[in-house]
């Protein structure tokens, strides 16, 4: 492919060189490079890739893309600077790619919570309509059915560009992807076609990377005010951002809601463990999934699969047939008749929602010991709020590691401690290690009680000072309360 080809639609400030070079590949990470490759030159929150360009060329790269032109231009390399390189990669990207986005239903699902439900029970959703489907999402990236590893909520541009291709090629017609905000506000969706877009909702979270709650909504907001005239834009209007999100959009506006009027309408008629009975738009509908959370995850699905072209009927029958996703709401059932729970809940108000749809369905007559934790090197400020909701909503609960990272565990518990209310101080403890955390929550179990261990759901590891071992709360709970039941 030619250079000029690959800059096609990316904002150009000025050219040193020739843009009619032959291109092997493009990449921003400096040590990827090889003979005739573009280097594109991002300014991350660790590094700055405008420090490795002489690295790159090095290395073998023959066209840079940055935003300030180097100091010693090398002679027989062409230097593009643009205002923006993540966008600029965006768009290259989707060029060297051959714009794979625009020769496939492509749905982008945006928001705080929800947002990996949503999009892989569309992905099985429509795999059950007989489609071939793909998905790209925090727990895994799906070619139909070859499945790949991810590493990220949302991928960088070339990554995103990548799996389209190979979707296209498989012939897939949807693709179904989380939208996160760093994504967004990292321009790595920039230059896809989007055939809608789905806003969940919007509370405390990623406030280490985004400086206010204000940027962070207007972040989520900028991905509907980007969406083409063609698209559709489905919003829950039940939380106060809903509106907001689809005040500048071109796209079709839709919403859905439990309390409101909207596009799409659902009610709660029975609510319980072995799942829920909804009326969606005058239709009862039983599905296997649990909880309030759940119903506007599936109201949101049966929007997009009608908006998307399937029959009412059909969706409503696909509904009931859906299975809950890995890490949300898995709950097993002991021997010994204890239920134990595993959820992803990692922000105030996912593990609010978990706790408040547990209190609805259980009898009192039991106990609901929570074990929950908080990430390290993660918004520090939802911490106390965090083991304030659990120890108000528990009757016991057990603060413990999740994924420390680079922080000290118990300095992460020390500040979730500080929102204990004194009240509450008898029911909680601290255990630093997850496992013994667990341990001790089966322990303290009784017939008929409920576990819940909240924070890491699906993850299948624990980060500790950089390095991930091996741990699956499932797993863990699981293999506990089997030893305990002997």
Same mark, same amino acid.
């Given at each position: 492919?030619?250079?000029?080809?690959? @800059?096609? %639609?990316?904002?150009?400030?000025? &050219?040193?060189?020739?843009?009619?070079?032959?291109?092997?590949?493009?990449?921003?990470?400096?040590?990827?490079?090889?003979?005739?490759? &573009?280097?594109?030159?991002?300014?991350?929150?660790?590094?700055?890739?405008?420090?490795?360009?002489?690295?790159?060329?090095?290395?073998? *790269?023959?066209?840079?893309?940055?935003?300030?032109?180097?100091?010693?231009?090398?002679?027989?390399?062409?230097?593009?600077?643009?205002?923006? !390189?993540?966008?600029?990669? #965006?768009?290259?990207?989707?060029?060297?790619?051959?714009?794979?986005?625009?020769?496939?239903?492509?749905?982008?699902?945006?928001?705080?919570?929800?947002?990996?439900?949503?999009?892989?029970?569309?992905?099985?959703?429509?795999?059950?309509?007989?489609?071939?489907?793909?998905?790209?999402?925090?727990?895994?990236?799906?070619?139909?059915?070859?499945?790949?590893?991810?590493?990220?909520?949302?991928?960088?541009?070339?990554?995103?560009?990548?799996?389209?291709?190979?979707? !296209?090629?498989?012939?897939?017609?949807?693709?179904?992807?989380?939208?996160?905000?760093?994504?967004?506000?990292?321009?790595?969706?920039?230059?896809?076609?989007?055939?809608?877009?789905?806003?969940?909702?919007?509370?405390?979270?990623?406030?280490? =990377?985004?400086?206010?709650? *204000?940027?962070?909504?207007?972040?989520?907001?900028?991905?509907?005010?980007?969406?083409?005239?063609?698209?559709?834009?489905?919003?829950?209007?039940?939380?106060?951002?809903?509106?907001?999100?689809?005040?500048?959009?071109?796209?079709?506006?839709?919403?859905?809601?439990?309390?409101?009027?909207?596009?799409?309408?659902?009610? $709660?008629?029975?609510?319980?463990?072995?799942?829920?009975?909804?009326?969606?738009?005058?239709?009862?509908?039983?599905?296997?999934?649990?909880?309030?959370?759940?119903?506007?995850?599936?109201? #949101?699905? =049966?929007?997009?699969?009608?908006?998307?072209?399937?029959?009412?009927?059909?969706?409503?029958?696909?509904?009931?047939?859906?299975?809950?996703?890995?890490?949300?709401?898995?709950?097993?059932?002991?021997?010994?008749?204890?239920?134990? @729970?595993?959820?992803?809940?990692? !922000?105030?108000?996912?593990?609010?929602?978990?706790? %408040?749809?547990?209190?609805?369905?259980?009898?009192?007559?039991?106990?609901?010991?929570?074990?929950?934790?908080?990430?390290?090197?993660?918004?520090?400020?939802?911490?106390? @709020?965090?083991?304030?909701?659990?120890?108000?909503?528990?009757?016991?609960?057990?603060?413990?590691?999740?994924?420390?990272?680079?922080?000290?565990?118990?300095? $992460?518990?020390?500040?979730?401690?500080?929102?204990?209310?004194?009240?509450? =101080?008898?029911?909680?403890?601290?255990?630093?290690?997850?496992?013994?955390? $667990?341990?001790?929550?089966?322990?303290?179990?009784?017939?008929?009680?409920?576990?819940?261990?909240?924070?890491?759901?699906?993850?299948?590891?624990?980060?500790?000072?950089?390095?991930?071992?091996?741990?699956?709360?499932?797993?863990?709970? !699981?293999?506990?309360?089997?030893?305990?039941?002997?």
């Amino acid at each position: 492919m030619v250079l000029k080809e690959i @800059i096609y %639609k990316v904002a150009i400030e000025a &050219v040193k060189g020739s843009t009619d070079i032959a291109i092997n590949k493009l990449d921003f990470d400096s040590r990827k490079m090889e003979a005739n490759d &573009v280097f594109v030159a991002i300014r991350g929150s660790i590094s700055d890739g405008h420090d490795y360009i002489e690295k790159a060329i090095n290395l073998g *790269a023959i066209a840079v893309v940055c935003d300030t032109f180097p100091e010693n231009l090398i002679s027989g390399i062409t230097y593009i600077q643009v205002k923006d !390189t993540n966008k600029a990669l #965006a768009f290259m990207a989707a060029n060297y790619f051959g714009n794979p986005s625009s020769n496939l239903k492509l749905v982008g699902i945006t928001g705080t919570n929800g947002k990996t439900t949503i999009a892989s029970l569309l992905y099985q959703l429509f795999k059950k309509a007989g489609f071939k489907v793909g998905l790209l999402s925090t727990v895994k990236i799906l070619v139909d059915t070859i499945e790949y590893k991810a590493t990220h909520t949302t991928p960088d541009s070339i990554t995103i560009n990548h799996y389209l291709k190979e979707m !296209t090629e498989a012939g897939v017609e949807y693709c179904f992807m989380e939208v996160s905000s760093h994504g967004i506000h990292q321009k790595r969706t920039e230059a896809l076609h989007f055939a809608g877009g789905i806003f969940t909702n919007l509370s405390h979270d990623h406030l280490d =990377y985004h400086p206010t709650f *204000a940027e962070y909504r207007d972040v989520k907001k900028s991905f509907f005010d980007n969406l083409p005239k063609t698209a559709f834009a489905l919003s829950n209007i039940d939380d106060k951002n809903g509106a907001v999100m689809l005040q500048n959009t071109a796209a079709k506006k839709l919403t859905y809601a439990l309390k409101s009027y909207a596009d799409y309408k659902a009610q $709660i008629l029975e609510n319980q463990l072995s799942g829920l009975l909804l009326k969606i738009n005058g239709n009862e509908v039983w599905v296997k999934l649990i909880g309030t959370f759940n119903a506007y995850n599936l109201l #949101a699905i =049966y929007g997009t699969a009608i908006e998307l072209g399937l029959e009412n009927l059909e969706v409503l029958r696909l509904l009931s047939d859906l299975e809950s996703v890995s890490g949300r709401f898995q709950f097993i059932v002991s021997n010994s008749n204890i239920t134990a @729970i595993v959820d992803y809940a990692h !922000t105030p108000d996912a593990l609010e929602n978990v706790l %408040k749809t547990i209190n609805d369905i259980r009898t009192k007559n039991e106990q609901l010991i929570t074990v929950v934790g908080c990430g390290g090197n993660r918004d520090k400020a939802k911490r106390p @709020i965090m083991a304030n909701i659990a120890t108000e909503l528990s009757d016991k609960t057990i603060l413990t590691s999740d994924n420390p990272r680079n922080e000290i565990p118990e300095e $992460i518990i020390n500040e979730m401690e500080q929102g204990v209310a004194p009240q509450n =101080y008898k029911k909680s403890l601290s255990i630093t290690d997850r496992k013994q955390a $667990i341990k001790t929550a089966c322990q303290l179990a009784q017939p008929n009680d409920i576990i819940l261990i909240a924070g890491k759901g699906h993850e299948t590891y624990q980060e500790i000072n950089g390095v991930r071992h091996h741990f699956d709360d499932m797993e863990t709970v !699981t293999e506990l309360l089997e030893k305990l039941n002997k």
